[in-house]
Protein backbone atom coordinates (compact mmCIF):
# COMPACT_ATOMS: atom_id res chain seq x y z
CA UNK A 1 0.00 0.00 0.00
CA UNK A 2 1.28 3.46 -0.97
CA UNK A 3 2.27 6.09 1.34
CA UNK A 4 -0.19 8.02 2.63
CA UNK A 5 1.19 11.51 1.85
CA UNK A 6 2.12 10.33 -1.29
CA UNK A 7 -0.83 8.72 -2.87
CA UNK A 8 -2.85 12.01 -1.48
CA UNK A 9 -0.28 14.46 -3.74
CA UNK A 10 -0.69 12.01 -6.10
CA UNK A 11 -4.55 12.34 -6.37
CA UNK A 12 -4.67 15.93 -5.79
CA UNK A 13 -2.92 16.56 -9.29
CA UNK A 14 -6.20 14.34 -10.98
CA UNK A 15 -8.57 16.28 -12.20
CA UNK A 16 -11.60 14.79 -11.26
CA UNK A 17 -10.15 14.30 -7.52
CA UNK A 18 -9.47 17.53 -6.91
CA UNK A 19 -12.99 18.43 -7.58
CA UNK A 20 -13.59 17.09 -3.89
CA UNK A 21 -13.60 19.80 -1.35
CA UNK A 22 -15.14 19.86 2.46
CA UNK A 23 -18.06 22.85 2.69
CA UNK A 24 -18.70 24.90 5.55
CA UNK A 25 -21.91 22.43 5.77
CA UNK A 26 -19.28 19.95 6.52
CA UNK A 27 -16.65 21.57 8.18
CA UNK A 28 -19.39 22.22 10.76
CA UNK A 29 -20.46 18.57 11.15
CA UNK A 30 -17.27 17.61 11.61
CA UNK A 31 -16.76 20.17 14.56
CA UNK A 32 -19.63 19.13 15.88
CA UNK A 33 -19.28 15.65 16.14
CA UNK A 34 -16.02 15.40 16.69
CA UNK A 35 -13.10 13.52 14.25
CA UNK A 36 -13.58 10.41 16.66
CA UNK A 37 -17.24 10.61 15.63
CA UNK A 38 -16.15 10.63 12.03
CA UNK A 39 -12.91 8.55 12.06
CA UNK A 40 -15.67 5.88 13.26
CA UNK A 41 -18.21 6.46 10.86
CA UNK A 42 -15.29 5.80 7.95
CA UNK A 43 -14.82 2.69 9.53
CA UNK A 44 -18.58 1.91 9.69
CA UNK A 45 -18.53 2.81 6.19
CA UNK A 46 -15.29 1.01 4.45
CA UNK A 47 -16.22 -2.43 6.42
CA UNK A 48 -20.27 -2.19 5.33
CA UNK A 49 -19.63 -0.70 1.82
CA UNK A 50 -15.68 -1.17 0.35
CA UNK A 51 -14.85 -4.63 2.42
CA UNK A 52 -16.66 -7.75 1.36
CA UNK A 53 -15.11 -9.11 -1.53
CA UNK A 54 -17.60 -8.02 -3.95
CA UNK A 55 -19.79 -5.22 -3.03
CA UNK A 56 -22.96 -4.44 -3.74
CA UNK A 57 -23.56 -1.87 -6.18
CA UNK A 58 -19.67 -1.54 -6.73
CA UNK A 59 -19.10 1.70 -8.27
CA UNK A 60 -22.49 3.17 -7.09
CA UNK A 61 -22.31 2.60 -3.38
CA UNK A 62 -20.23 5.99 -2.35
CA UNK A 63 -22.75 9.21 -2.32
CA UNK A 64 -21.24 12.03 -3.88
CA UNK A 65 -22.54 14.29 -1.37
CA UNK A 66 -24.53 13.91 2.49
CA UNK A 67 -21.07 13.23 4.47
CA UNK A 68 -17.76 14.69 4.79
CA UNK A 69 -16.32 10.90 4.80
CA UNK A 70 -18.62 10.06 1.12
CA UNK A 71 -16.66 13.21 -0.03
CA UNK A 72 -13.38 11.98 1.07
CA UNK A 73 -13.66 8.66 0.21
CA UNK A 74 -14.59 10.17 -3.63
CA UNK A 75 -11.28 12.91 -3.11
CA UNK A 76 -8.65 9.96 -2.16
CA UNK A 77 -10.08 7.76 -4.22
CA UNK A 78 -11.18 5.10 -1.59
CA UNK A 79 -15.14 4.94 -2.92
CA UNK A 80 -15.24 1.55 -4.56
CA UNK A 81 -12.70 -1.28 -5.53
CA UNK A 82 -11.87 -0.17 -9.21
CA UNK A 83 -10.38 2.73 -7.58
CA UNK A 84 -8.73 1.13 -4.56
CA UNK A 85 -7.06 -1.07 -7.52
CA UNK A 86 -6.04 1.44 -9.61
CA UNK A 87 -5.14 4.42 -7.35
CA UNK A 88 -4.47 2.19 -4.14
CA UNK A 89 -3.06 -1.37 -5.68
CA UNK A 90 -5.47 -3.23 -3.30
CA UNK A 91 -7.29 -5.67 -5.52
CA UNK A 92 -10.57 -6.61 -6.14
CA UNK A 93 -12.88 -9.86 -5.51
CA UNK A 94 -11.14 -10.08 -2.01
CA UNK A 95 -12.40 -9.33 1.48
CA UNK A 96 -10.40 -6.63 2.44
CA UNK A 97 -7.82 -7.57 5.48
CA UNK A 98 -8.44 -5.16 8.70
CA UNK A 99 -5.07 -3.80 7.91
CA UNK A 100 -6.00 -2.54 4.83
CA UNK A 101 -9.77 -1.37 6.12
CA UNK A 102 -7.28 0.55 8.59
CA UNK A 103 -5.29 1.97 5.70
CA UNK A 104 -8.45 3.03 3.59
CA UNK A 105 -9.73 4.85 7.08
CA UNK A 106 -6.10 6.80 7.37
CA UNK A 107 -6.00 7.79 4.12
CA UNK A 108 -9.48 9.72 4.44
CA UNK A 109 -9.06 10.84 7.99
CA UNK A 110 -5.46 12.56 7.10
CA UNK A 111 -7.49 14.26 3.89
CA UNK A 112 -10.38 15.48 5.67
CA UNK A 113 -7.78 17.15 8.55
CA UNK A 114 -6.00 18.56 5.95
CA UNK A 115 -9.52 19.98 4.80
CA UNK A 116 -10.68 21.19 7.90
CA UNK A 117 -7.27 23.73 8.43
Known sequence: MP?????????SHSNFRN???????EKNY???KGLDTIEKHA??????RIAPANPSNDGKQTPMKGHPVF???HAT??????C???????????QLTKEEQTYI???IMTWIQKEIK
Open 77 to 82: ATCCRS
Open 43 to 48: RDFITK
Open 30 to 32: IKE
Open 19 to 25: RFHLKEK
Open 71 to 73: IAE
Open 84 to 94: LYKWHHIPKNK
Open 105 to 107: VKV
Open 3 to 11: EINTILEKL
